[in-house]
């Protein structure tokens, strides 16, 4: 299977409609749900989908406010993507799935698996290099101000993305890392509530979570597997992607 051969769908919600690329083929017993990062789209798991395989369903989601799904003027909270990310995939997938989220994406994971947002039907998470974690927010915050560090976002980011950059997408991603959000941040408490089989994959040079916070996550949730990717940077799934898809395999 590679990239190029996966269906594009858009999926109406009441938020708007919801890209995604879909493979699930005929008797595929789990699939596998992708979110990626902060102004990431879909193109993210490119490099990754040849290593998967055949027999599973791979669900490519452009999450609310990114790539080619709607971006409404709204407040973009974990709980409206965990939401706007189950309605798509009620709508895509008849069987039990598996939740992937890198950096943001794995803090829309985090969050909808601890509150039970993402149904009946998952059976498993993975963690990759997550965002999200309250304690390294608190630790940010010991040497800035929050202000500071917004600024310090939004100036990383707009370098990052220079032939994007737009007054909408510009909305979407101060609504996400605004202040407001700070209360879906998670701890102990949060994370101890997460049923759900997990993995916590990090890349060991990551240089924009520190792989500390892995340990964190993986104290937290009860019964997670921690696994690290050397080289892997802060994308595993791009930088090591043959790796990434064994890591997946564990699900079976």
């Excluded at 708007?16 to 879909?22: D, F, M, T």
């Excluded at 790539?67 to 407040?75: F, M, N």
């Excluded at 997670?224 to 997946?248: K, N, T, Y």
């Amino acid at each position: 299977m590679m990239f190029e051969d996966l269906d594009s769908k858009m999926v109406e919600t009441r938020y708007g409609q919801i890209h995604a690329l879909v493979h699930i083929p005929l008797g595929a017993k789990l699939s596998f749900v992708f979110l990626h990062g902060l102004r990431a789209d879909v193109r993210s798991w490119k490099r990754l989908i040849p290593y998967l395989g055949d027999g599973i369903g791979i669900v490519l989601i452009d999450m609310l406010g990114h790539g080619e799904s709607d971006a409404p003027h709204i407040d973009y909270t974990p709980e409206v993507q965990a939401s706007a990310v189950l309605e798509v995939v009620s709508k895509l997938v008849s069987g039990s799935y598996v939740v992937v989220g890198n950096s943001y994406g794995g803090w829309i994971t985090a969050y909808g698996a601890a509150t039970g947002a993402f149904g009946k039907n998952i059976s498993g998470i993975v963690l990759e290099d997550a965002a999200g974690l309250r304690e390294e927010m608190e630790d940010t915050l010991k040497s800035m101000s929050y202000d500071e560090f917004y600024s310090m976002q939004m100036k990383k980011i707009s370098m990052l993305n220079r032939n994007e950059v737009g007054e909408g997408h510009d909305y979407v991603v101060s609504s996400i890392i605004g202040i407001g959000n700070t209360k879906y941040l998670l701890g102990s408490k949060e994370l101890g509530r997460i049923k759900d089989r997990c993995i916590v994959i990090w890349g060991t040079d990551d240089k924009i979570i520190d792989k500390k916070y892995a340990y964190a996550f993986g104290k937290y949730i009860n019964g997670s597997e921690l696994v690290f990717i050397d080289g892997g940077g802060h994308v595993p799934h791009f930088l090591r992607p043959s790796e990434f898809a064994q890591a997946l395999k564990r699900f079976g």
